[in-house]
Every structure is written in C-alpha cells, then in structure tokens.
C-alpha cells in the first residue's frame, strides 16, 4: 500500500474524528451515510482519493478497499464514500485522541462545531468545522497545512454527508478504533 494513499484515505478519517472526539456526541442519526469528498491543494482542485487509487495495480486497490471496509467505510469512485455509523461508534469516548496531534474545541451548538488539531507526526495543523443541517445532513470543512520536508502545502477539503438509512447492509459499524 502506498504511504500517500494511505495518507489520503486516513485524511478522511481524520476530519471525521476530530469533529467527533469531544465530550459531545454528534446530532446525526445512526446508519449509513454517503460521504461526498472534495479537495483543494495550494488553490487547485485535486482529484478524490477514490480516483486515484484507479492508478493502483488491481492487487494493491482491492487491499485498500478491503482495509477501508473493514473499518466501516465503503470506497466508491468519484468522491463518493460510505460509512456505517452505529450508536456506539459515534461515542467520543470511543476516539480517543490521535497519538500525534493535540486538538483544541471552538465554540459548538447543536448546528456546529468548530476545532483546530496540530499534529507532529506528520507535521500539520487542521482547522475544521462541522456543520450540521439537520441529523440526516451535515459537512465537515477542514484547511489543512502540512509540511514535508521543506515544503508546506495548504489543502480545503469538504465533506458533505447524507444519511441513507438506518440499515447499513454488509457494511461494518465504523470501529474508530480498528
């Protein structure tokens, strides 16, 4: 598995754990979600993680999606994305914080939340939002600027989610801890 596919498909990860891994449980309903993502880097658009794991030999694809499913998140193409979210899993006890980073919580009301995480390893700040339209509708916004090696680079993302039902099929509860 390549470390930059990795580090995309963890990206996702990340902007949904930092806006869960608080005190406060999220106002979404449990079930399956349709992740749509969308990114920026030093101004121009990217293309989504999704697409690019198209490059990948067939092996090294499969093993990423199978890995991404195990943790709860089903990998379709453009952008699109879906994830199990069980009661259970949107627990912020259940997060944790991520070993490298240190988050700190903006102001939060039941339509947003707003944190800035900077991590060491790799070395980066994220500065997000979620904003939560109602419990079938939210977006996670994050700008995050990264350094490597002598380069810093400056990325948007947004995610905007839509519940689709509360029967998540063959796919796992998405386990932040897996």
């Keep these: ?37 969308e990114g920026h880097v030093d101004g121009n658009k990217t293309p989504p993680a999704t697409d690019r794991l198209q490059g990948l030999s067939p092996a090294l694809r499969a093993q990423i999606e199978a890995s991404m499913k195990e943790k709860g998140i089903s990998m379709g193409p453009g952008g699109v994305s879906r994830i199990c979210f069980a009661r259970d899993s ?33 070395e980066m700040t994220i500065d997000g939002e979620a904003i939560f339209a109602n419990p079938e509708n939210y977006r996670v916004l994050t700008t995050t600027t990264m350094k490597r090696r002598d380069e810093v680079k400056t990325s948007q993302r947004a995610l905007q989610a839509h519940w689709l039902g509360a029967d998540c099929g063959d796919l796992k509860p998405f386990d932040p801890k897996r």
Aim: hydrophobic share 40%; with cysteine.
């Design 1 to 37: 598995m390549t470390t930059r596919t990795v580090r995309l498909c963890a990206a996702f990860v990340l902007a949904t754990a930092a806006a869960w891994a608080s005190a406060q449980t999220p106002p979404i309903k449990p079930g399956l979600w349709e992740v749509k993502s």
């Design 90 to 122: 949107m627990d912020p006890a259940r997060w944790g914080a991520v070993a490298s980073c240190k988050t700190e919580y903006g102001p939060r009301s039941n339509s947003s939340w707003k944190w800035r995480s900077v991590c060491t390893e790799p």
